[in-house]
């Protein structure tokens, strides 16, 4: 279905010589006086094609390049980062690392993470999958997506099709002798669309994000479905304010676990600017529900083997029956709590989350939509209405009404309000509709009660 051409790799040469350049600094930021020194740095390559209309909008090549450096002096921090990794620009970089670190105060935290849980182990992930299609067949990619949903006879306009390449090489090292490496692609099309004419108009899309270019869809697909979920829009209402079910979409519930996690990270706990604070070992979810960290997952979103302070990773339950196992932590804030990082340094790394209801049932989507009977099914939502410090949750959101386990109407202008605290030991089910272009690998979440707030 995809073409694909020969391409010359040299990322193992730029990994290599990117290897050789933390080394080389961090034994520069030692015999500079520094006790500890790490060092980040990557290139990153990259092509985005915009088409509207079958005409060509934009076309862009990227080459980025990023180099970072955090000395320690005891406990006096600094950090310096430049873009370009010329000689002159790396020996300036070094030299405002530490001119930073000797005047910062001390900090009892600060530090490296300990040397006892840098990673030794470094399996294939699968992660690494170049697609460097020529120019040409990127517009036309794109504009095969396009056509392919403008033939649907509801869409009257277009806001384009996109399609996207990218690749990055890049290390990890500090001066306890870890050194990783990582190398990951990540590609991707997508399609905005709008039906109906006037004060009628109704816009969606739709896009497809993988790893591996060879497991995209048929790029048609994609136009397709980006037609349907607009065309589907058409006729939208408002809804009187009431309280029901809600179901989130598995685009829209993803976001419900991003709560949870942000509600559960170091930087909320030891700021005391989370209403999860103290909860680990407590039921933040319903008993069925279980959610685990996955880096080592083959091709995932966010497979690694190590976390930004190379802390090896591994497999681990976050929430399991219910209960939260642990808090999800860096060195840094594990070391404001007393505890020990978990190998989160730049975050979670593959959370999943298995399918279940109260009842036992594992549910798909259709399944899900029976399951709730009658309320709304959230397939947009809009604005930042969230409180991690209170969780008092309300955002603007569009999608469907439901009644008998069946769509009934499109909506849209509705509010929906609750707390999060509520809202996640009040879910009554997780489907198994799970949406694969996340690092969150959840389903369709069914909460039982909400407000909705509109007419």
Known sequence: MNTHIAIADHSLDELDRLADLAADVIGRARAAGASQAEVSASVATGLAVNVRLGEVETVERNLDRGFGLTVYFGQRKGGASTADLKPESIEATLAQACAIARYTEPDPCAG?????????EFPDLDLWHPWRPEVDRAIAIGQEIEAAGRANASITNSEGAGVQCGDAVGVYANSHGFLGRARDTHHSVSCSLIAGSGDAMQRDGWYEYVRDASTFPEFAAVGRKAASRAAARLGARRLSTRECPVLF?????????????????????????????????KAVLPAFVNLVEQPLLAGGHASTAFDAEGVATSESALVAGGVLQRYVLGSYAARKLGLQSTGNAGGVHNLKVAAGSREGAVLDFAGMLQRMGTGLLVTELIGQGVSIITGDYSRGAAGFWVEGGKIAYPVQEITIAGNLRDMFMGVQAIGSDVDPRSSFLVGSILVGRMTIAGE
């Open 112 to 120: 490296l993470a300990d040397a006892a849980l840098m990673q030794h």
């Open 249 to 281: 979409a598995p685009e829209a519930a993803r976001s419900l676990v991003g709560h949870l996690v942000s509600a559960v990270s170091g930087g909320a706990l030891y700021r005391h600017a989370s209403f999860l604070l103290d909860h680990a070992g």
